[in-house]
């Protein structure tokens, strides 16, 4: 778990501090796995399931970068058209379809426009994504802060994701009638679930 983390603030061009690098724990391990400038703003990091070590960077602008074998590939997985990324807004989550080895879908988290998110799924052709479908939304933001973008699927099969509260002191958190501050779950075709 700690190399992961650490991983990940590798990625984002955060280096840990002297202090956590001397820390003697024969569990943590400061590794560089790829060391590259345009990887930065990156929001999520996910392993192809399919056994290709290609790792997906999901970057808040929009494009979506592939690591194969420890080589960033040249070209982006895909770019989504439109993303809003003011404040804490962009490109944010990555899951990949439970069957996925069989429809090589993959799911994201997308920030829109100032009041609107999306889920969209694109299918995976190795190197590029085609086949965009808008499977959840438009669901609410404020473009600004607290916009949510966890995206995962549960082992139930359904897919979820977390809206933010839309900013602070937005009185959204205990009003049933806005999906703002909530976990939405759907089937992965984006019909609601029961």
Known sequence: MRHALLLSLLFLGVTPNASAQSVSDPALAVTTFVSDASLSPATAL?????????????KKTGDVRLIENGIL?????????????????????????????????????????????????????????????????????AGANHVGGGLAFGADGYLYWGIGDLGNGSGVDADLT????????????GRPAP
């Open 73 to 141: 590939l040249s070209e982006p997985f895909l770019t989504e058209p439109a993303v809003y990324t003011n404040s804490e807004g962009g490109l944010l989550g990555i899951a990949f379809d439970p069957d996925y080895l069989l429809n090589r879908y993959v799911y994201f988290f997308v920030s829109v426009s100032a009041s609107r998110q999306l889920i969209v799924r694109y299918t995976d052709r190795g190197t590029h994504g085609d086949e965009r479908t808008v499977i959840g939304g438009p669901l609410p933001t």
């Open 178 to 189: 806005s999906l703002a501050s909530k976990i939405g779950r759907a089937f992965p075709d």
């Open 46 to 58: 996910k392993w192809a399931l399919d056994g290709t070590s290609r790792l997906f960077v999901v």
